[in-house]
């Protein structure tokens, strides 16, 4: 009896399937697979913890396909076990042939790529955008850790798509938290889809580069099960706190088993009609020249037993005047003052406390964005991750907490925020909740300059806002821009209560209390600061102040208008049109990013409407620059309250007699 001709047997096998899948779908990666077919072997087959009746179970092992263009040998494997999918976890189905075979279909359940929420959820997250898994693993087991699991998360990784650099950014961030139980396979088959892999991304540079990192590098032949088997266990020993965390390193194939498969040339290729057939019996000629036999019995390893551990129940944070006094604010509170971001981080501290299931997360700028709130309150500094200058990693890491069942809060600069566009978007795609506070946004940050200014944020996440999601039926984001510290505290709160994903935009300059406790804030909702029947000014964050400035110019010309603090997007239509109604039809939008934010949402929502208004918007029209105050910024971008002041007046003006 062989292990190794049996795992050659299995791996014919899977060859043979992810050919056929992608034979019947016209499209895919099977090359891709086939290069992965002794590893998928070893792993699913008889290394990983899990039950293919149960893929959600909470304790199991997890694997992670970062290159997610090979999915179709993972179909394969979970169509041969009858792994089970669908949308409704109370009535999984297993997986057939027949159904993987609907792979890339519009009604199929079996996408291109890995997606948890089309109904695969063997998968935890959404990949596909190379370099992102590798992340994702480590939150989830981040995740695991904080639960008592002891389960491990195996995370397969391209040799091409090594080059991004997020994946050494998690390679960093596993050293920093001691994550051995993530464990990275490189799967190194020496071609990208349209040339060889640079000599920088083979197998031995790979292996160097982890080794300078920290790790122990196995490098094994990715075609011989004794030599995966192997290397598996030796990562399950690296879980010991004296040993080096462990990863793997795989020489392979791509297209095994087909030498018509092999070379460049055949990424992203299906074989169909005659093409396939040669390719099956190219495999069934490797198969006997192999002398593979399945002689050894295969068995899934079992689950440790799943920890039990006190539940919290959850319970309300404390209102913003308590939690305030009981962080020691006491003289802020005093003031009428207080800068939304401080605000922001008072909130973090008090639903830690309310909510057992909030983890927080930090690029290096706690003491910012006041996150550091957080992490220095010893009751919650355990859920606390410092992700360093490596934002991508972050919101990927945060995606595996999600999935793992915690609601990250991820904190840094509102500007820093757009490196990780990519990444957030996959997380939306994997139906993970993200809570994304960014500070130090729009114009009034000053002195900094433009480097430092979020500033096309709200046109990129309020796109998002305009969708909805088709896990939780609400809008994919929800993007909200508090003016006082009373509005960023309630709304932080309602961001952690919010099933679904928040984008908060905080400020670095202290600004006047507007509310009272008194105040509700919702999701989609908004405040009328002044009832006046002239103008509709609907303005955002500062900039809702900077029009509460203009009141005395409006009054000298006798404008009456209606203040809206527009802080969510989407918000609620009809309410808006409502107030435009009731004053001549007359809205002028303020804000203090680039345009298409939320100007052109309401331009949108009153063109749809058919009414005859008059819609102006003052937004950013210009890279901004360096200005020792806000009020340098705000004049230099015309957004004064002079500016807004005399844009009104012009407006009314223009009104018919």
């Known amino acids: 009896m062989s292990f190794d001709s049996t795992i050659h047997a299995k791996a014919v096998q899977l060859a043979k399937l992810t050919y056929e899948i992608t034979g019947a779908a016209g499209s895919g990666h099977p090359s891709t697979g086939a290069s992965l077919v002794h590893l998928v072997g070893v792993l699913m087959y008889q290394h990983m913890r899990y039950e293919p009746t149960n893929p959600l179970h909470p304790a199991a092992d997890r694997l992670v396909l970062s290159e997610g263009h090979a999915v179709p040998v993972i179909y394969a494997a979970c169509a041969d076990l009858g792994v089970r999918y669908g949308t409704d976890k109370d009535s999984l189905k297993p997986l057939t042939l027949d159904v993987a075979k609907t792979l890339r279909e519009i009604d199929s359940p079996i996408d291109g790529h890995p997606n948890p929420i089309e109904g695969f959820p063997f998968f935890d997250t959404a990949t596909g955008s190379l370099g992102q898994g590798l992340s994702s693993a480590a939150g989830i087991a981040l995740a695991a850790r904080l639960d008592g699991f002891d389960k491990r ?26 994550l051995k139980a993530v464990c990275p396979i490189f799967n190194c088959n020496a071609f990208a889809q349209t040339r060889e892999v640079s000599p920088q991304q083979d197998w031995e540079t790979t292996a160097k580069k982890l080794e300078a990192a920290g790790f122990n590098a196995l490098v094994i032949d990715g075609h011989k099960g004794s030599d995966i088997a192997n ?88 209102p913003f005047e308590q939690a305030m006094k009981a962080f020691g604010q006491d003289k802020a509170l005093e003031s009428g003052k207080f800068a939304t971001r401080k605000a ?78 990519d990444q957030i978007e996959m997380a939306i795609n994997s139906g993970c909740q993200l809570k994304i506070a ?36 609400k809008p994919g984001f929800y993007v909200l821009t508090p003016s006082d510290a009373y509005s960023a505290y309630a709304l932080t709160c309602a961001a952690a209560e919010h099933e679904g994903s928040v984008y908060l935009r905080t400020l670095r300059p202290e600004t006047e209390f507007l509310y009272s406790p008194e105040e509700e804030f919702k999701l989609g909702g908004h405040n009328v600061l002044m009832e006046g029947s002239d103008i509709l000014i609907i303005a955002s964050g500062y900039m809702v102040h900077e029009v509460n400035t203009a009141l005395e110019a409006l009054d000298d010309h006798h404008i009456e208008p209606t203040i809206v603090d527009l802080y969510s997007l989407p918000y609620d ?4 049109l409502d107030l435009a109604n009731e004053c001549h039809g007359l809205v002028l939008t303020v804000e203090d990013n680039y345009g298409n ?30 200005g020792k105050t806000q009020d340098d910024l705000l004049k230099y971008c015309g957004l004064s309250s002079d500016d807004i002041a005399k844009k009104a007046i012009t407006m009314m003006d223009a009104l018919p007699v």
């Open 153 to 178: 998360v195996f995370c397969i990784i391209g040799d091409g798509e090594s080059r991004e650099g997020q994946i050494w950014e998690a390679i960093d961030f596993m050293k920093d938290h001691d």
């Open 231 to 318: 290397a598996l266990a030796e990562h399950a020993k690296s879980i010991n706190p004296d040993a080096k965390p462990v990863a793997i390193v795989a020489k392979t194939v791509k297209g095994w088993g087909a030498a018509s498969q092999q070379g460049n040339g055949h990424h992203g290729t299906a074989a169909k009609g005659d093409a396939l057939e040669s390719v099956l019996e190219e495999l069934d000629a490797t198969e006997v020249k192999l002398g593979a036999i399945a002689d050894t019995p295969l068995k899934i390893a079992m689950m440790s037993p799943r920890p039990t551990r006190d539940q919290v129940a959850a319970a309300k944070p404390l």
């Open 344 to 421: 922001y981080g008072v909130a973090l501290r008090a639903i830690g406390h309310a909510y057992p299931e909030v983890v927080a997360l930090d690029a290096d700028v706690n003491n910012s964005t006041f996150s550091g709130q957080f992490v220095h309150d010893d009751k919650l500094g355990e859920r606390f991750f410092e992700c360093r200058i490596a934002e991508q990693n972050m919101f990927s890491v945060a995606a595996g907490l999600a999935a793992g069942g915690k609601t990250p809060f991820c904190s840094t600069f509102a500007k820093f925020v757009t490196r990780g566009y």
């Open 438 to 473: 960014g500070s130090h946004a729009g114009i009034t940050l000053g002195a900094d300059g433009p480097s430092q200014m979020a500033l096309p944020d709200v046109a990129w996440f309020s796109s998002f806002a305009t969708m909805t999601h088709n896990a939780t039926g």
């Open 573 to 576: 239509e009809d309410a808006i």
């Open 597 to 626: 934010g939320i100007g052109a949402h309401i331009a949108s929502t009153v063109a749809a409407s058919g009414d005859g208004f008059t819609v102006e918007q003052m937004f950013v029209n210009k890279i901004p620059k360096s």
